[in-house]
């Protein structure tokens, strides 16, 4: 098993505050994503990195933040929440020939 | 980017063989098939991957033509707990971006008592 964590697992929180989900991971890969989805629907590629200092933003348009100061921590923010932003974030990291995910973060903004 | 198509939903019973086939017509020579398999409130886990002909593992099969513009994941006698959704990725493994890891609708697995 792939050795990714994300924290916490599940956050309920009231409009307007300042969030930051936590991943990290132990297997040294350079590759990280941070993926949304809603119930029941695709997941949406929203930043990766390529490794330390670099950041992407992906397909579905976010506005949260990433940041890759250390290979293994890839922490996503949102420096406003809003009850748009409700739905359960995917953390990755990948090898050249698979990904692996962490259990997720379920948010719900109040 | 290889884009592919799955069907949206499948029904199976318990103890069936179920078979999800992936159309990818446009793949690339230098491009892998990739199998993904997520329960809900968890994260994608890898299942198979393969390039062409056949590749068995102790979950599935994978069955890819000659032409590669298909490929058929095969779960033998699946059971309760292989409802989930299945995802077919396909992309170059080597290439150093990540057009390969956008994850499509999937196919939404039901097994039936």
């Known amino acids: 098993e792939a050795d990714i964590y994300q924290t916490p697992r599940y956050l309920v929180i009231g409009t307007g505050k300042k969030i930051t989900l936590e991943c990290s991971q132990t297997?040294?890969?350079?590759?990280m994503y941070w993926y949304q989805q809603d119930p029941g629907m695709e997941l949406h590629l929203i930043h990766y990195?390529?490794?330390?200092?670099?950041?992407e933003k992906g397909d579905l348009s976010s506005e949260s933040t990433v940041s890759r100061i250390r290979t293994e921590h890839f922490p996503l923010t949102l420096e406003s929440a809003r009850p748009s932003h409700t739905s359960q974030y995917l953390c990755?990291?990948?090898?050249?020939?698979?990904?692996?995910f962490g259990p997720g973060t379920r948010l719900l903004v109040l | 980017l290889a884009k592919t198509t799955q069907p949206i939903s499948m029904d199976s019973y318990e103890g069936q063989e179920v078979n999800i086939t992936c159309s990818h017509n446009n793949i690339a020579t230098n491009d892998y098939i990739t199998w993904y398999q997520q329960f809900p409130s968890q994260g994608p886990r890898f299942i198979i991957q393969g390039y062409k002909t056949k590749v068995t593992n102790e979950v599935a099969s994978l069955f890819i033509p000659a032409d590669r513009k298909s490929s058929t994941l095969s779960l033998p006698r699946v059971s309760l707990s292989d409802t989930a959704v299945y995802y077919c990725l396909v992309g170059d493994l080597s290439l150093y971006n990540n057009n390969d890891m956008r994850f499509g609708a999937g196919t939404r697995l039901t097994v039936k008592p």
């Open positions: 990755a990291s990948r090898t050249s020939e698979t990904q692996y």
């Open positions: 297997m040294g890969h350079d590759k």
């Open positions: 990195s390529y490794g330390v200092n670099s950041t």
